[in-house]
């Protein structure tokens, strides 16, 4: 954690991190089988800010909706990429958790 100190900027979102993983990336295989739950992800943001390495750090139980949580977001996410004391842009990692409710009809 030490080395955060030495970033003069840490990546940003480009668009709402809210609206790329969405009820429209639920796997027709997860509605039909009623599955629910919560991914927890990690991925890297290179030094060109798209998101790449995303890794299920937490099963929601179904791998159709940790795969589809990663897919969806390694397709949508781009950032500014962080940058390190010299203003060169550095490859950081981000996490977050996406819960999986079935969409109401």
Do not use: H
Request: include cysteine.
């Amino acid at each position: 954690m030490q080395l955060l100190a030495f970033f003069q900027g840490t990546a940003g979102a480009k668009g709402d991190e809210a609206s790329w993983i969405t009820t429209d990336d639920y796997p027709p295989s997860s509605i039909r089988a009623e599955e629910e739950g919560t991914t927890a992800i990690t991925w890297t943001i290179n030094t060109q800010g798209k998101a790449e390495n995303c890794r299920v750090t937490q099963s929601s139980g179904s791998s159709a909706l940790d795969q589809a949580a990663c897919r969806a977001l390694v397709r949508r996410a781009r950032y500014s990429p962080a940058l390190d004391q010299a203003g060169n842009p550095i490859a950081t990692t981000k996490s977050r958790r996406v819960t999986w409710r079935l969409p109401q009809n």
